[in-house]
């Protein structure tokens, strides 16, 4: 048996009942195998059996009042995954199907994702079951503060600095701040996505979004072709689905499509963002608003649907397994000839294989997705640099990124002989800063 496949299978034992952890484990140990198996200093060092073993895992309870005077109980989670090559990186995700498998599974992919920016970011994530939807904002406000109560003892801006991801935006970052300076008496780079005026980075809620757009046009640029007159699905109506919507759009795509949990939004005459903002950004809205107010648009109650829509480009940017082995030959029927994953994990892996047998440039979402966890790192160099950059120097930087992060994996898929597979290519590229780090750390 493998060294890989020995791993993959004790990981499985000895952590039961976490199939999102053993979902993105076997995506990456099994893409890495080529490279590891160049490497057998790699299974003396037990190098795999650490690196998939978190550093550190933190668990505690979260106690909050509602509005009806009500106490409520929520699990909240951190989880310290790698710092070898800087300190531990990742958002924190607010959302009722929160548990600790789908924690670490976000957590390992981030360690990858992180060093394929190419900055000094370790990998970790965490979050909480707690749903903010429907909340009061005294509501979100009260929980915010339970949760960093106990979250402040764990991170700190050289040790470890969340961010935001599905349920937390720039409210949630406000009220998580503004506990973490009360109680540390500390105004530092604790958290990243943070508002304007206090701290935050121009471009940084743009940043996943546009950076996907930024990646795949490059993907397009390497065949010849462009984002101009392309059909654009996208899922999901949060940041990373709107900033993409608008980046497509500004380079001449057609976005028809977008969604939220409970139904899909098809408009044949293209997406108005606006219409979307409004509902989604300023009201806190449903989708289906969006098919009231806009004339020829229709609204689809439930989500796999929008894969039947047929697109050039899909860019998955909702949540985890949104995109199955059916829908996935759908869209590869229907003419689908890029995929760029904004969202983490949003293609089950029998439909990754469905996409590369196709021929269809797919885009993983650690390579795709890491524009946002790039502009964070820049949002700490502002920070500890006292400096504030502009909007178009944060966006110049963003895409030289992505575009090194494209060339990056594409070299590293060659590199082994798989070009074109930028699974194993952004698995492979990522690993190699990590695993260089790891050895020279010695047994820790
Ligand atoms: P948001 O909370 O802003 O938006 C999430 C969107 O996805 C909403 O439209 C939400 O619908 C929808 N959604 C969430 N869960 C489900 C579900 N189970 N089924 C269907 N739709 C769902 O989150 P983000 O845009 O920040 O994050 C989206 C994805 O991108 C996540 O996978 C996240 O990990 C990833 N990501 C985010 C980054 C960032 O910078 N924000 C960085 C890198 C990755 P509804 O409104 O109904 O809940």
Same mark, same amino acid.
């Given at each position: 048996m493998s060294y890989v496949q020995k791993v993959l299978d004790n990981l499985k034992k000895t952590n039961p009942n976490e199939p999102e952890f053993h979902q993105a484990a076997t995506e990456i140990l099994t893409s890495l195998e080529p490279m590891v198996n160049a490497h057998p200093e790699y299974e003396q060092a037990a190098l795999l059996e650490r690196f998939v073993e978190p550093e550190r895992v933190v668990m505690f309870r979260v106690p909050w009042v509602d509005d009806n005077g009500k106490v409520q109980v929520n699990k909240g989670y951190r989880v310290q995954f790698n710092s070898a090559i800087g300190p531990y990186k990742g958002g924190l995700r607010f959302h009722p199907s929160v548990n600790l498998s789908i924690i670490k599974f976000l957590g390992l992919e981030q360690?990858?994702?992180?060093?394929?920016?190419?900055?000094? $970011?370790?990998?970790?994530?965490?979050?909480?079951?707690f749903n903010p939807k429907g909340k009061s904002d005294r509501e979100v406000m009260a929980f915010c503060q339970s949760f960093m109560t106990e979250l402040y003892r764990h991170i700190g801006a050289d040790t470890d600095v969340p961010a935001g991801d599905i349920g937390v935006g720039g409210r949630e970052i406000g009220f998580l701040f503004g506990q973490y300076k009360r109680i540390r008496d500390e105004h530092v780079g604790v958290l990243t996505g943070r508002g304007l005026s206090y701290g935050g980075s121009l !471009?940084?809620? =743009?940043?996943?979004?546009?950076?996907?757009?930024?990646?795949?046009? =490059?993907?397009?640029?390497?065949?010849?072709?462009?984002?101009?007159?392309?059909?654009?699905?996208?899922?999901?109506?949060?940041?990373? !689905?709107?900033? +993409?919507?608008?980046?497509? @759009?500004?380079?001449?795509?057609?976005? #028809?499509?977008?969604?939220?949990?409970?139904?899909?939004?098809?408009?044949? +005459?293209?997406?108005?963002?606006? #219409? #979307?903002?409004?509902?989604? =950004?300023?009201?806190?809205?449903?989708?289906?608003?969006?098919?009231?107010? #806009?004339?020829?648009?229709?609204?689809?109650?439930?989500? @796999?649907?929008?894969?039947?829509?047929? &697109?050039? $480009?899909?860019?998955? &940017?909702a949540t985890q397994n949104e995109i199955n082995k059916e829908s996935a030959e759908i869209l590869v029927k229907n003419g689908v000839k890029f995929v760029g994953e904004g969202a983490n994990m949003p293609s089950t892996l029998d439909a990754i294989e469905v996409f590369q047998k196709a021929g269809v440039v797919?885009?993983?979402?650690?390579? +795709?997705?890491?524009?946002?966890?790039?502009?964070? !790192?820049?949002?700490?160099?502002?920070?500890?640099?006292?400096?504030?950059?502009?909007? =178009?120097?944060?966006? !110049?930087?963003?895409?030289?990124?992505?575009?090194? $992060?494209?060339h990056n994996m594409d070299n590293a898929a060659k590199k082994y002989g798989f070009e074109g597979n930028y699974v194993m290519g952004a698995n492979i590229a990522g690993f190699e800063k990590v695993a260089e780090a790891m050895m020279a750390h010695g047994v820790v």
């Open positions: 360690i990858l994702k992180n060093s394929l920016t190419g900055l000094p $970011i370790g990998g970790g994530k965490g979050g909480s079951d !471009a940084r809620k =743009e940043a996943t979004g546009y950076g996907l757009v930024y990646i795949t046009e =490059e993907a397009l640029k390497m065949r010849g072709d462009s984002f101009e007159g392309k059909t654009v699905v996208i899922s999901g109506s949060g940041n990373v !689905a709107i900033y +993409a919507c608008e980046k497509a @759009q500004s380079l001449g795509a057609k976005v #028809v499509a977008m969604y939220d949990s409970n139904g899909y939004i098809y408009d044949p +005459a293209g997406i108005q963002l606006d #219409v #979307v903002k409004d509902i989604k =950004e300023v009201k806190r809205g449903r989708i289906k608003e969006y098919a009231d107010r #806009v004339k020829g648009a229709k609204y689809t109650e439930g989500c @796999q649907g929008i894969w039947t829509i047929p &697109c050039d $480009i899909a860019l998955p &940017c797919f885009l993983p979402a650690k390579a +795709a997705n890491a524009g946002g966890v790039a502009t964070s !790192a820049l949002e700490m160099a502002q920070s500890s640099g006292r400096l504030f950059w502009s909007f =178009e120097e944060v966006d !110049a930087k963003l895409k030289n990124i992505m575009v090194n $992060i494209y």
